[in-house]
């Protein structure tokens, strides 16, 4: 290899990188399940950040990084006008509902099965979740980014911290019911706990 291409694969690594831990974990839970039901829901969350990517190609945007890690995935694009930002945040969640959409089609038309029914769910759980007006979720973002181009960055801010609380509050609730009915069931009240330090970090950054 030469200096030149060494260069340019080391680039691309940094361009696109996934953790070790992450392929791990996959493969840990295909191993304990039985099941490739863990690698589907992989695929589904793929999917929905390909579309955020596509949707930042076509506003002329850049990307300048790929990234999977064990908490999910992420990209980093060059700076974008508000409009195209809020657009690039409500593509992953709408190619979700996409997707949702197919599956449930195909559920119910062609070949109903365990796992059209599991991917028919996924997508439309990460639509669910990530259409949700709470920051750093794409709902939040996209909400944030509508504000900014309306109103003036503090107001903008504290109108985008306050609606991510509304929304985050009773979504934590909900959380300690599933918990308390299941006995189990953590999955959510995890995500609201990320959430809720993810905002708290974010708020702390602006201030």
Not at 128 to 155: E, H, K, Q, T, V
Not at 199 to 204: C, Q, R, Y
């Amino acid at each position: 290899m030469t200096v030149k291409e060494s260069t340019l694969c080391h680039t691309y690594m940094k361009k696109y990188s996934i953790s070790p831990l992450t392929v791990m974990i996959v493969a840990a839970f295909i191993v304990i399940d039985g099941s490739w039901f863990s690698l589907y829901t992989a695929a589904c969350a793929l999917w929905h950040e390909l579309a955020h990517i596509a949707a930042v190609k076509i506003a002329g945007g850049a990307l300048r990084s790929f990234s999977v890690r064990r908490f999910g995935m992420g990209i980093k694009t060059d700076a974008l006008s508000y409009r195209a930002e809020a657009g690039v945040a409500l593509a992953g969640p709408l190619a979700s509902l996409l997707a949702a959409g197919v599956f449930m089609v195909t559920a119910r038309c062609f070949c109903f099965n365990e796992t059209t029914v599991f991917l028919f769910f996924s997508n439309l759980a990460l639509f669910c979740l990530n259409i949700l007006p709470i920051f750093p979720l794409d709902g939040g973002r996209a909400l944030r980014a509508i504000l900014l181009s309306r109103i003036s960055y503090g107001r903008a801010m504290a109108v985008s911290k306050a609606i991510s609380v509304i929304f985050l509050l009773p979504l934590c609730t909900l959380s300690v019911i599933i918990l308390v009915k299941t006995g189990y069931n953590l999955s959510l009240l995890i995500i609201c706990i990320y959430l809720a330090v993810l905002l708290t970090g974010a708020v702390k950054n602006e201030n």
